[in-house]
Every structure is written in C-alpha cells, then in structure tokens.
C-alpha cells in the first residue's frame, strides 16, 4: 500500500485557512482585541487566534466536543474561568503542525454555539458540505 504524502501545514497557512472560514459564516467579523485576532459574530466572539512566542494559540467555545478535546496534548481549559463555560484552547510550538481538519471542526462548531440560532441555520441551508470539508490552506506564490 502506497504511503499518502501529507503537506506541511505552517502556523501562517493555519491561521490563514480558519480566518478565511469563519469569517465566511454569516454576519461574521474581525476584530483586534489585545492585538489578538478575534472571529466575532453579531460583536460576540467565536473564535480567538494568538502568535507568540513562534507558538500559534487557537481558542473556541466547545460545548458539545471540549471534554473529548481536552484528552489531546495540544489543549487546554481557557483561562480567565472560561474554560467553565466550555471554551477550550490549543497551542501549537513553532516546530509542532496544526490539525487543521480539527481546528476547522472546533471553529464551526464555537460559531454554532454563539451566533444566534437563525445565523447558524443558515451555515445547513447554504453549505450543507462545509462541515464534511475542511479548508484547505491557501497555497504560496509561485508554487
């Protein structure tokens, strides 16, 4: 049996991937609180994106999927007593590849879980095949 070749998934092309999906759910917005990007729908936020230290952070609100989530090695409760509340965080060393088909997962369903009901009906009215597909990173120039 042939060996699948997987692409390297850099920390820019992971953030770059779950930008370009969130902010394609409806009414969702970018915003830069504590010069972190944050995903937000109707001015609640869904989504916090952090580069320090060469780390990538990724935190969403996990409601039906944070128990399972916290059992991987990259995760954590969210601090600040968010995790109470089901909000999960995921940090990535500058040598360790995002799960991008994982991550993409977590962020429908935060924004699931804050925008308003009729919004995210909308995401199974209009692209019932988004859930199944996760984005695919944008490719380099000239590659």
């Given amino acids: 049996m042939a060996e699948r070749k ?7 092309a992971a953030e770059a991937a779950l930008r370009a999906q969130g902010l394609g759910y409806p009414e969702a917005t970018e915003d830069f609180p504590w010069g972190h990007r944050t995903l937000k729908v109707r001015g609640k936020a869904f989504c916090f994106m952090s580069r320090e230290d060469g780390q990538l952070g990724v935190t969403t609100k996990l409601p039906s999927s944070g128990l399972a989530a916290l059992d991987l090695p990259f995760t954590e409760p969210t601090g600040y007593g968010l995790g109470r509340s089901g909000w999960v965080t995921a940090r990535f060393a500058a040598d360790e590849q995002p799960p991008l088909d994982i991550l993409a997962l977590w962020l429908e369903e935060s924004y699931r879980a804050v925008a308003p009901k009729r919004l995210a009906k909308l995401l199974d009215e209009h692209e019932p095949a988004a859930a199944a597909a996760p984005p695919k990173p944008p490719r380099k120039k000239g590659k």
């Fill in 6 to 12: 997987t692409r390297k998934i850099t920390h820019d």
